[in-house]
């Protein structure tokens, strides 16, 4: 991976770029693009913020020349992936403490109406439900398109199926074979099948394949192990020189580009195969191509328990996908084109038949990056075959994810959304481009609808990303989604409408109402501590601390705190962490807020001191807890009074004494 510094030399230039910043895209311009697919570590300055913002960045186009329309310098299009939310998050906290970046930050921050009073009633009378809190996963990035390293125990379970491949092909270019009613015919396919018997064991099928790229051809096997591994790597290469050759002259012969086979094949089926494809008559097809004549003579004989792609079963790819994944492509086009061929069928075989399909085929695809591409780009298969349905096939690809894998993938899914939807931006009448949004929106709703139904943990992020996105509707919504949709819209609210819930503080005139807006508070606040809205949460804060103490209203029985207390007591340890991992730039602002907080931030910055080890936290805590006068003495007189408390304590806690302690 590498580094990349992007210094902004002024706010105007900043400007131009924030529109493309927003959808999660940066240009580069510059003579040396680097290659498409480069994976960048990006760290970004601004003038007058000490704060560097770091994301990582992935190159998704490079422009070097200046012949293209679109753009009128050269450089490179980058998309930033990992990390982006929390760094556009930090931005626009930035831009709100920054006067100069005030007018920046209004011009991108799309405010809405202010809340209705009657709506705030509304939504704190919902039933409660927790926030789940939102830990994405590392996804590892997706396997080698060949497995190159093999352990002694996967050669030899690999070795055995690369010596069934290569008798099966041997077997079939033999010439006198040709006969199936021929003795020596028989026994050999008798052979044959219980060699794969033996080789295959467990595994629920092996799948052959051809890849080429260029002039070099390899024969990758996938399905005995994790990941596709080739021939040559097998079997060496001495012997990858004999037989590599006769297998692809096998594979041109028969114009064969994929070939599975069941664990589950009877013995007949295996033998009908092996006569079929032995077959020299089909190389010669007049009238047909020869994939057509080979797959007729296998549905004619009712060979169902083996997969086969020639090359005129192919179909157009709209976008370069990785090898396994075009393969699968290719081959659940073919076998689902196949279906209606096999007579006598009924309604309810032909759909298990569907769903064992696309359960054979992305079996061996159990990453969320390689599952992605697929159902994103099934609707290809949808054209390309009659009667068939795209949203019914991109369903039951969905409801055959494994469930672990189900939000992981979607997180691509929404990559690919943002990236169409910046691309439409440029090339607003492109047909594929439209057609692929069409297809990931109802990817994504159909995603939506599984996830519903099964009550999947950790949904409720996704799902509210489809409520903002506006792919769900509100009503669409489980309850537990709705009441953290509306958690946020009132968390915004209170950030771009500070004032009123001010003058409403000061207008209570009753204890419902005063209760009303301190669950309101309540509820916003971990929202406001996630994105960091610190000077929106001193305002609160003072404010709170600023009613006095005769105030009729705020004297409530359900209270059994102060009022910060009851506000911030669920927030404890994300202040606790906030606290301890500010950034540089934003110390000012978290500083104040825990002074602000009075006795309850003081217990919070105690802890803080009697548990971390970073000495400039304790400084920090220390410089804090010295301003707290009575409110710090009960635990500093505790602390100095101890003997098992540790030396660095007592002198934070004598530090702390000499401000505090009125002579003590």
Not at 375 to 399: F, G, R, S
Request: glycine fraction near 4%; charge should be negative.
């Amino acid at each position: 991976m590498q580094n990349l510094k992007i210094n902004y030399p002024s706010i105007n230039r900043l400007k131009t770029d924030l529109p493309l910043i927003k959808a999660g895209k940066i240009f580069i311009p510059g003579d040396n693009p680097l290659p498409k697919d480069t994976e960048l570590s990006i760290h970004i300055t601004l003038p007058g913020i000490e704060h560097t913002f770091c994301v990582k960045g992935l190159v998704i186009k490079a422009f070097e020349q200046t012949s293209e329309p679109q753009k009128s310098a050269q450089g490179m299009l980058l998309t930033l992936t990992e990390g982006f939310e929390d760094m556009y998050k930090k931005l626009l906290v930035e831009f709100s403490r920054n006067e100069e970046y005030k007018e920046l930050l209004a011009a991108i921050t799309e405010k809405q109406a202010p809340l209705s009073w009657d709506w705030i009633l509304d939504a704190i009378s919902q039933t409660e439900y927790e926030m789940e809190e939102v830990i994405e996963a590392e996804i590892d990035p997706p396997p080698p398109s060949k497995k190159k390293e093999l352990t002694p125990q996967e050669r030899e379970r690999a070795q055995s199926v690369a010596d069934f491949i290569l008798n099966m092909i041997k077997a079939m270019l033999r010439s006198g074979y040709y006969d199936p009613e021929h003795p020596a015919s028989k026994e050999a396919k008798k052979g044959l099948f219980h060699e794969f018997q033996a080789c295959i064991g467990s595994a629920p099928e092996i799948m052959i394949g051809k890849e080429q790229i260029h002039d070099e051809v390899d024969i990758i096997i996938t399905g005995i192990l994790n990941e596709p591994v080739s021939v040559q790597n097998i079997v060496g290469v001495g012997r990858a020189e004999l037989f590599v050759p006769k297998l692809n002259e096998y594979f041109n012969r028969k114009s064969l580009v994929t070939l599975a086979i069941k664990n589950k094949i009877p013995q007949a089926q295996f033998e009908s195969f092996i006569d079929i494809m032995c077959d020299p008559r089909a190389d010669q097809a007049q009238d047909a191509k020869v994939g057509e004549t080979l797959t007729k003579a296998l549905v004619g004989m009712d060979v169902t328990d083996i997969s086969t792609v020639f090359m005129d079963d192919m179909i157009a790819i709209e976008s370069k996908l990785p090898w396994r994944v075009e393969m699968a492509i290719q081959r659940l086009a073919k076998d689902l084109k196949v279906i209606p061929l096999f007579e006598g069928k009924t309604e309810a075989e032909i759909k298990s038949m569907k769903k064992q399909i696309v359960e054979d085929i992305l079996r061996p695809l159990r990453h969320p990056h390689l599952l992605a591409d697929i159902v994103i780009n099934c609707y290809l298969i949808a054209l390309h075959i009659e009667d068939l349905d795209a949203q019914d096939l991109e369903k039951t690809i969905i409801d055959a994810f494994p469930f672990t894998i189900l939000l992981p993938t979607s997180r691509y899914i929404f990559n690919e959304m943002n990236k169409l939807l910046e691309d439409l931006k440029t090339y607003p009448d492109n047909k594929i481009l439209n057609r692929r949004l069409s297809a990931v929106k109802r990817i994504l709703k159909l995603t939506a609808k599984r996830v519903i139904k099964e009550n999947a943990p950790g949904a409720q992020k996704f799902l509210e990303r489809l409520y903002f996105n506006d792919l769900l509707s509100y009503d669409e919504l489980p309850p537990n989604v709705r009441y953290r949709i509306n958690t946020i819209k009132l968390a915004r609210d209170i950030r771009d409408n500070t004032s009123n819930y001010i003058n409403w503080l000061h207008e209570v005139n009753t204890s419902d109402d005063a209760f009303v807006l301190l669950k309101c508070f309540k509820r916003a606040i971990p929202v406001l501590i996630d994105h960091e809205t610190w000077p929106t949460l001193i305002k609160i804060t003072r404010e709170l601390r600023n009613i006095p103490a005769e105030n009729e209203y705020f004297r409530l029985p359900d209270l059994k705190s102060s009022l910060l207390e009851y506000i911030f007591q669920g927030c404890s340890k994300e202040l606790t962490e906030a606290f301890i991992g500010v950034d540089l730039g934003q110390q000012e602002d978290i500083y104040d807020l825990f002074i602000a907080l009075g006795k309850f931030g003081t217990g919070l910055l105690c802890r803080i001191l009697e548990e971390t080890d970073n000495n400039n936290v304790r400084e920090a805590a220390v410089k804090i807890l010295k301003k707290q006068g009575d409110n710090v003495k009960p635990w500093l007189y505790g602390v100095l009074d101890d003997h098992q408390k540790s030396p660095e304590l007592h002198i934070n806690g004598l530090i702390i004494l000499s401000e505090v302690g009125d002579g003590d």
